[in-house]
């Protein structure tokens, strides 16, 4: 078309060039509005990671004391020997101008597992009976958080947990190259405890593992199976349809309702025990499970219907075609999804929560039906501690779930992209 046809058809008119700066400044506008809306939320991840970063750090870090401990040679039997007494007196030896009444207070320097940490020693080398040894202890909440500086010793001595006299015994003791603070590996190896500087996370950690092992064994086939047969054999008809809608609206009901559900089923029907992993898990693969079906329909539908086609054009029977020519080309999406589902069920508390899975209780489980935690449940327990030390705790928790979440999203993109097929 010639320029003079062009302006015949009124393309270059004023009215038209006018128009085109509109839609160009429209487009301007949208693309800054949707920047904004990726800043700002880049800016809240970023505000909510730094926060937990600037709150749970501490925890990682956990301070510890050397003390010099001698077991009297009369001990036969570390399981009867009076270990808060043998403690007790590696603390006079610190501080040998103390008198009676002062160890008293100073003893609460060193945490109260300190005891137990010793006598786990001496069980373990009994050629330390009779023997004069060190051994690192954690300290007790308060003297933590001084070492840490979340004490501010400018505050009146009123107004804070230790006191000018404590303060002073605790420097003398960093003076003299006694107090450490080492990695805090407890954090993820210890139980549960109502000592901050004591409790750890290996039981909810145990007991999240043994929730997503049963709900994976369950959801796992039982979803897989269920969108196989309603994606490549069952008929399409007024019962298939509703029950897609009903999968589709169980996806979205909320989780606390599963938790009810289990309450009375589980629970009240069947009698399982209250707060253990494997009922929790059944839970989540209640919950899970219209995830599961819904992205491997998803991957179903993906593969082209050529593959179907060519595989009975040579003979293949309806179960070949799906099994040997469908379904391992649609595995990597369906392994994307059970991931993505499983994340979601790591995080959930709430049906946890109705189940009984929030119990406070100081031994990691040995099997999917003892009574254990679950890494949200046992967040949900510390951030309602009073203590001032299960604040860092709590925060620190948080990180290790985000990490395991991350992880696994991490993972079923490794997966997807390793493995995805394009056509």
Not at 79 to 107: H, K, M, Q, T
Not at 264 to 272: E, I, P, Q, S, Y
Not at 349 to 361: K, S
Request: proline share 5%; with cysteine; glycine share 8%.
């Amino acid at each position: 078309m010639t320029k003079t046809n062009i302006e015949a058809a009124g393309w270059s008119s004023d009215a038209s060039r006018l128009n085109l700066r509109r839609r160009r400044r429209s487009e301007t506008w949208l693309k800054g509005a949707g920047l904004v809306a990726i800043s700002l939320a880049f800016l809240m991840l970023f505000t909510l990671v730094a926060s937990l970063f600037a709150t749970g750090y501490q925890a990682f870090r956990q301070t510890h004391v050397t003390i010099e401990v001698t077991v009297p040679a009369e001990v036969t039997d570390p399981g009867d020997a009076n270990w808060r007494a043998i403690v007790r007196e590696a603390v006079a030896r610190l501080f040998p101008e103390a008198g009676d009444r002062e160890l008293r207070g100073l003893s609460d320097i060193l945490s109260n597992g300190a005891q137990y940490i010793v006598r786990d020693r001496v069980s373990a080398n009994l050629s330390l009976i009779g023997q004069t040894f060190e051994v690192k202890v954690p300290v007790s909440d308060p003297y933590d958080q001084l070492n840490k500086g979340l004490i501010d010793r400018a505050t009146p001595e009123a107004n804070r947990r230790v006191s000018d006299d404590e303060i002073a015994a605790f420097d003398q003791l960093v003076e003299a190259g006694r107090i450490t603070r080492p990695m805090n590996w407890a954090l993820l190896t210890n139980v549960d405890s109502r000592f901050p500087e004591l409790a750890g996370l290996k039981g909810a950690l145990l007991g999240s593992f043994y929730a997503l092992l049963t709900c994976f064994v369950i959801s796992f086939p039982i979803g897989i199976g269920a969108a196989i047969y309603l994606e490549e054999f069952a008929p399409k008809n007024r019962l298939s349809d509703i029950i897609e809608i009903n999968i589709n609206n169980l996806a979205a009901v909320p989780s606390v309702v599963f938790g009810l559900l289990a309450l009375a089923v589980f629970l009240n029907w069947f009698g399982l025990p209250r707060g253990a992993p494997f009922v929790g898990g059944l839970t989540l693969a209640l919950m899970t499970l219209p995830t599961i079906i819904i992205a491997t329909r998803a991957a179903l539908k993906a593969v082209p219907p050529s593959i179907r086609e060519a595989a009975l054009g040579v003979g293949a029977s309806k179960q070949q075609v799906v099994f040997q020519h469908v379904l391992p080309l649609a595995m990597p999406g369906i392994l994307t999804g059970t991931i993505i589902g499983l994340a979601q069920a790591l995080g959930e508390t709430a049906p946890l929560l109705l189940i009984g899975m929030n119990a406070f209780i100081t031994a990691a489980p040995a099997t999917p039906f003892e009574s254990a935690t679950a890494l949200p449940t046992q967040i949900f327990i510390w951030a309602d501690s009073p203590e001032r030390g299960f604040v860092s705790r709590t925060s620190a928790a948080i990180l290790v779930l985000l990490g395991f979440l991350v992880l696994m999203n991490a993972l079923a993109i490794y997966l997807r992209n390793r493995f995805e097929r394009r056509w």
